[in-house]
Structures are given as C-alpha cells and as structure tokens.
Nanobody
Framework: QVQLAESGGGLVQAGGSLRLSCAAS????????VHWFRQAPGQEREFVAN????????IYADSVKGRFTISTDKIRSAAYLQMDNLKPEDTATYYC?????????????WGQGTEVTVSS
C-alpha cells in the first residue's frame, strides 16, 4: 500500500555529512509518523529519530541529538535525515519507516535500507 525507498548512503570520513532521503509512493496518507532506525553489523536495530505529520517536535536518540536532523516534504512525499559531524559509530544500515493507521489498523511500512559507512 505504501512503498518506501531510501537513498543517500555511502562512505564518508568522520566529521563529514550525509543526507538520507526516503521517497514514499502508493497510498496517500493524512496522518503518519516517519521514523529512522539503524542497524550496525552484529548489533540490534536502534531508533534514530522520528517526526509526526501533524507537527510537534521531532524526537532524537541521545546518540544523534544535535548532529542529525529529521524532516519531511509533503509535496514530494519524502522524508530526510541530515547527518552532520558523523562518527564511526554511526556506521550502519539506515531504514526509513512510516507508521500510519489504515482503516483502524496500525501499519508499519519499511524501506529496504541504505548503508552508511563512516571511516575514522
């Protein structure tokens, strides 16, 4: 019903920046929350940030607060994760997740992930 496609990952040196994009297609949604999660090799998936479609302050994991910025563009049906001052520990596969209710049922739609590698 909703398809997500992340892009923008790559290799960057520590201290550098990347901007991840998440393009949504399919069903038009009025209310939703966009999350970014990440998973490093051999580690559990962890929450990075989220933002609600109806406004309010974005929420960030402590590990990225002050360095990452989440945003959305409703016209382009896209979400973004601006990552600045990257650290080697930010190396992971990053996933965009869209959570929404459809016909009274909560759904989570996941993208395929985009890899980020930060070299020291």
């Amino acid at each position: 019903q909703v398809q997500l496609a992340e892009s923008g990952g790559g290799l960057v040196q520590a201290g550098g920046s990347l901007r991840l994009s998440c393009a949504a297609s399919g069903r038009t949604l009025e209310t939703y929350t966009v999350h970014w999660f990440r998973q490093a090799p051999g580690q559990e998936r962890e929450f990075v940030a989220n933002i609600r479609s109806n406004g309010g302050r974005p929420i960030y994991a402590d590990s990225v607060k002050g360095r990452f910025t989440i945003s959305t563009d409703k016209i382009r049906s896209a979400a973004y994760l601006q990552m600045d001052n990257l650290k080697p520990e930010d190396t992971a596969t990053y996933y965009c997740v869209l959570a929404t209710g459809i016909d009274g049922v909560l759904h989570d739609f996941w993208g395929q992930g985009t890899e980020v590698t930060v070299s020291s």
